[in-house]
C-alpha cells in the first residue's frame, strides 16, 4: 500500500469523524437554541392570541351584559327604545357580528318580540325578527338558560344558518326589569374571522391552529382534526374512546389549564410535531397550535444544509491538502526512486538537487549524493589499485622473465660430463615470481660449480638483485676463484649499491668429476644433505657464512668432502623445509634426509622428484608459502678407490700478464713450477711448458693488434692427479681447431710452417678446449693427467 | 739474443744462439739465419748447445732455412740439441727430416 493511499486511509476517516461530532453537536445545540426560542415565542404569541381572543369574547359579554343593563334601566319598554339600544351598541361595537334583545312573551308589554340586529355582507346592518313562528327564539337554549339560572351563559359554537352559515357563539345574558326576568340580551361573535385569523398565525409556522370549547368540540380550519369549522362531537369523548395514545396525550395536554410547549408525534399527520396551548380564561376554551416539527425547525434545517455542503467542501480541501503533502512527501520519493535505478545502472555522477524540498528531503538528498560520491571515489580506488595491481603483475612477469633466464634449462647441463656426474635442478616458485634460483656452471680447469640460491623479497627487484648475483658469481668462477673467493667477492660488489637492502642465501659447490672431490661454500644458506650410495644421509655443515650483500668484508670458509660413487649431493632452499602441514609442523631436515635416504638412487631426477612428492605428501592442501629449490648432484662412474682419503684441494696460481713476448720466460717458469708441484717428472713439465709456451705465444703474437698494451690471463691449477692450465685473452677469436690440424705431425722439408706449435699442443696435453667469447674472453684450458707410472720415485732417478 | 756465427772449412756457416729460442727471441735467430743465407751460405750448422729450450717458433726457422738452403743443394744440420729441444724435434717429427750430429767437428 502506497505511503498516499495509507495516509488518506487513516487521515480521512479521523477528520469526517471529527467533523461529523463537530456537526452533530453544533446541530444539537442550535437545534436546543431555535426550540428554545420557539418555545418562548411560540408561547408568548399564543398566549397573546389567547389574550386577544380574551379580549373579545370579554368585551362581548360586557357589551351584552350592558344591554341587559339598560334594558333594566328603561322605564318602560318600547320597540323603538329597545330597536335603538341594539342599534346604537351595535354601532359602537363592531367586533360585534349580531345581538338580540329577545323578551319572554308574557312578562312584557311587548309580548313575543325578538329583534336581531346582524351584519350583513358588505357590513351593513341588517333586521330580523327572531319572533318568526319558524325560529321560535323561545325553544334555543341560548333563551332558556339564562333565564334558567339567571346568569350569564356562552354557547357552543355554532354554524348559524339563519344569518348565512356562518360559525359563531353567543353569549346570553339575563335582562333584568323591574325586579323581573323578562329576556335575554346576546351577543354574538362571529368565529369565522377569529379561525382565520389564528390559521394564518399557525400556517405562518407551517402548522395547524384550532380551539377546543370547555365540552370538547374543536374549532378550526383543519379539516383532518375539526371537520368544517367546528366538530359536532366532543374531542374528549373521541379521544376516550381512541386507542391512539398519541390522540390520548393531545386531548389530556388540550385540558391541562396551563399552557404548554410539547414535542409529540401529530396522532393525526403522524409527522413529529410540536404542541402550543394556552387558555382563554373568559370563555374556558384552549388554543391550540400544532405544527411538524421539521417544519418548525426549517430554519435549523436550512442551517444543516448550508452548513453540511460547507462541511464537505471543507473536508475535500483537506483531503486535496493531504494529496499535496502525501505528493510532497512520495514525489521525492520518486525522484529517490530515479537516483537507485541511476546507481544501479552504474551511474553514480547524477546528483539529486539538495535545495528542494522539506528539510528532511534536503538531507536524504544530501545523503544520497554524498554516497554516489562516496561510490565514485570507491570506484576511483579500485581503478586505481587495480592499476596498480597490473603494474605490480608486469613487474612480476618481467621477473619472471629474468628468472627464467636466469634458471638453467638443459639437462644434463654437461653432456660431455654423463659419465662422471647426474645433476638435476628442480624449482617451483610459491607465487608467480619467487626469490630463488640455482646455477650450474663449467669452470676453468675442468670442475663444474653448482649454485643453490634464496634472494630476499620479490618482485622485481629481487629479480634484479638475483641477477646480479648470479652473473657475479659466474664472473669470478670463471675466473678461477676459489669458492670462498667467489662469496667475498660477490658479497662485497653486492654490498655496493645494494639500497633496496636485499641479501642472498647462496650454496655454492664446487665439484671435480673426476675424483669426486667437493668444496663448499655457504653464505648463510641451509646446510646440504649427503645420501651415501647405501641411503644413509648427513647433514653437511658448512661454516655457514653471512648471506651476500649484507656486510662488507665479510670471509667464509671452504668446507672439503669427496663424493664417492653413487653418492648425493642434496641442495636446497628453505621452501624444502620450511613448508608447513595442516598442523603447522615444519617439513624440516629429518623428513628430508629421510625423503633422500627412502629416494630411489643413481638418478638426479629421480631422487629430486621422489623428495618433491615428499614434500607435497607432507604439506597437502596447505598453500605452498615459499619457492621450492632443489639440486640433485649424484656422483657416476669412478673407482671407489678415488673416494679414498681425501685429496689435497687444488691449489691455484693466477695472475694477468701483458701480452708481450718478454713474458715467456716467466710463464716458462712458472708452468714448470707447477707441473713439477703438480707431480710430474722433469720431462713431463718439460712437455707441459712447451705447451703453454706455444697457446701463450699464440696469444701474444695474434690476439691483439700491434703496439696494443693488452693482457691475458694464465690460470695454473695444481692438483694431485693433474695440471689445468688455461690461458684467457681478450682478442679476436679465431678458427682453433682448423689452426691446430694444419700440421699433422709428418713433417717434410716442403711443409708450410704454421700449425706446427698447435699440433705441439695437441701432442702434449691430455685435454685441450678452446671456448672463444666466453665471459672471460677466449679461453683454453689444458689439462695434464698425471699418470700412475709417473711416480716421483722415477723423476728422482732420471733428475 | 746472441746468435754467434762462425764457418768451418769455409763450407758450413755455424750459428749458435746463446739462450731460449721462444717467440721472444726467434727473431734474432731468424734475422741471422736470413742474414747467412743472403751472404750465399748454402750449408748450415744449428749449434743448440746453448739453447736450453726452443719451440714451435724455432722450429719455423729451421724449416725456413731448410727451405732455403734444399734448391742449392745445400743442407742444415743441428749439432747438439739439449734433451727439451731434442724432445720438441722428436715429438714434431722434424728429426724425420733434420740430422742431428753430436758435434762440428765431423762436417766437412
Known sequence: MSIKARLLLVLIPAILILFGALLLLSFRQSEHTVLTQINRESYELARAHAREFDILFESSRQVAEGIATSVGSMET????????????????????????????????????????????????????????????????????????????????????????DILMTTYAYPVWHKGELVGVATVDIALTELVDRLERFAGRRGGQAFMVTEAGRLIGRSRQIVGLLVSQESFWDIAERSSDPHLKELALLLRDPEPNFVDMTDPYTRRPSLVIDARIESIGWTLA??????????????????????????????????????????????RFLGQTDNYSRGDFAERLAEDKGPREIRRLAGSFNRLGQAILDQIENVKTSTAQKERYRQELMIAADIQRSILPRQFPPFPELQDRLDVYGYYRPAREVGGDYFDFLRLPGGAVGFVVADVSGKGAPAAFFMAMARLLVRAMAGRGYSPAEIARRANHLLFEDNEAGLFVTLLYAEYHPASGRTRLVSAGHNPPVLRRADGRTEEIRPNPGIPLGVMPGAH????????????????????????????????????????????PA?????????????????????????????????????????????????????????????????????????????????????????????????????????????????????????????????GQPFDFDAASRRYDGHATPDQPVGGIGLFLVREVMDEVRYEPDTVDGNRVTLVKFRKADDAPATDEVQD | MQVEVSSIGGKWTILAPQGRVDAHTVDDFETAVRKELAAGARWLAMDLASVPYMNSAGLRVLLIALKAVRPLDGGVVLVRPQPQVQEILEISGFMNIFSVVADTDGLS
Open chain 1, 556 to 599: 667464509y670458509e671452504v668446507m672439503e668432502l669427496t663424493l664417492a660413487p653413487g653418492d648425493t649431493l642434496v641442495m636446497y632452499t628453505d621452501g624444502v623445509t620450511d613448508i608447513q602441514d595442516a598442523q603447522e609442523e615444519d617439513f624440516g631436515m629429518t623428513r628430508l634426509c629421510d625423503a633422500a635416504g627412502a629416494a
Open chain 1, 77 to 164: 319598554l318600547t320597540p323603538e327604545s329597545v330597536d335603538l339600544l341594539l342599534q346604537g351598541t351595535f354601532s359602537r361595537n363592531p367586533g360585534i357580528y349580531g345581538s338580540t334583545i329577545s323578551f319572554v312573551p308574557d312578562k312584557t308589554p311587548l309580548g313575543r318580540y325578538a329583534p336581531y340586529y346582524c351584519r350583513a355582507a358588505g357590513g351593513d346592518l341588517k333586521f330580523q325578527s327572531l319572533a318568526d313562528p319558524a325560529y321560535d327564539y323561545t325553544r334555543w337554549d341560548w333563551f332558556r338558560q339564562p333565564l334558567a339560572d339567571g346568569r350569564g351563559h356562552w354557547t357552543e359554537p355554532y354554524l348559524d344558518t339563519g344569518g348565512g
Open chain 1, 289 to 334: 397550535i400544532i405544527a411538524p416539527r421539521d417544519v418548525v425547525l426549517q430554519p435549523l434545517i436550512q442551517l444543516r444544509n448550508t452548513v453540511i455542503p460547507i462541511a464537505v467542501i471543507i473536508v475535500g480541501l483537506i483531503v486535496v491538502l493531504l494529496l499535496a503533502v502525501s505528493d510532497s512527501v512520495t514525489k521525492p520519493l520518486a
Open chain 1, 602 to 730: 643413481g638418478d638426479a631426477q629421480a631422487m629430486a622428484d621422489a623428495i618433491v612428492a615428499a614434500v607435497s605428501a607432507f604439506a597437502g592442501e596447505q598453500p605452498q608459502p615459499d619457492d621450492i629449490t632443489l639440486v640433485t648432484l649424484i656422483r657416476r662412474g669412478g673407482e671407489a678407490a678415488a673416494a679414498g682419503p681425501e685429496g689435497r684441494p687444488e691449489e691455484v696460481i693466477q695472475m694477468v700478464l701483458p701480452a708481450r713476448t718478454g713474458v715467456l720466460a716467466r710463464v716458462a717458469m712458472m708452468v714448470e713450477s707447477a707441473a713439477r708441484e703438480a707431480g710430474f717428472i722433469r720431462s713431463e713439465a718439460e712437455r707441459i711448458v712447451l705447451a703453454v709456451d706455444e697457446v701463450v705465444s699464440n696469444v701474444i703474437e695474434h690476439a691483439y693488434g700491434p703496439g696494443t698494451a693488452e693482457t691475458f690471463e694464465l690460470r695454473l691449477g695444481t692438483s694431485d692427479d693433474a695440471l689445468r692450465v688455461t690461458v684467457t685473452d681478450y
